[in-house]
């Protein structure tokens, strides 16, 4: 288990930007896929992005563009930029990290942070 502290969330304007931060305290990231799930009530949690271990990412279709994840290994941290931001961004972000299977990119996310709830609105 790795202990996860998201951070950066907010009231933003719609077109407005956030940078949400994923932080592991006490851990290394180098050898994990980290992710970015968004929750809205009454619906299930959905992923947004991620990225692998050696840097490959994937951004779902609706924010290819706009949010853009990262990593900085050294510093222990995910990041997830989100630009042009939208009423149907907003919901409560998490990060997760995992040890995907060989034949995939991410995956297998077995620790989870508390969340950061983002919302756009004007």
């Known amino acids: 288990q790795v202990r996860l502290v998201e951070s950066g969330g907010g009231l933003v304007q719609p077109g407005g930007s956030l940078r949400l931060s994923c932080t592991a305290l006490?851990?290394?990231?180098?050898?994990?896929?980290i992710g970015w799930f968004r929750q809205v009530p009454g619906e299930e949690r959905d992923g947004v992005a991620c990225i692998s271990s050696d840097g490959r990412t994937f951004h779902r279709d609706s924010v290819k563009g706009r949010f853009t994840i990262s990593r900085n290994n050294a510093e222990k941290k995910g990041y997830l930029q989100m630009e042009d931001l939208k009423p149907e961004d907003s919901g409560v972000y998490f990060c997760?990290?995992?040890?995907?299977?060989?034949?995939?990119?991410?995956?297998?996310?077995?620790?989870w942070g508390q969340g950061t709830q983002v919302t756009v609105s004007s």
């Open positions: 997760a990290v995992g040890l995907p299977p060989p034949t995939a990119m991410c995956g297998n996310f077995s620790s």
């Open positions: 006490g851990s290394t990231l180098e050898n994990y896929a």
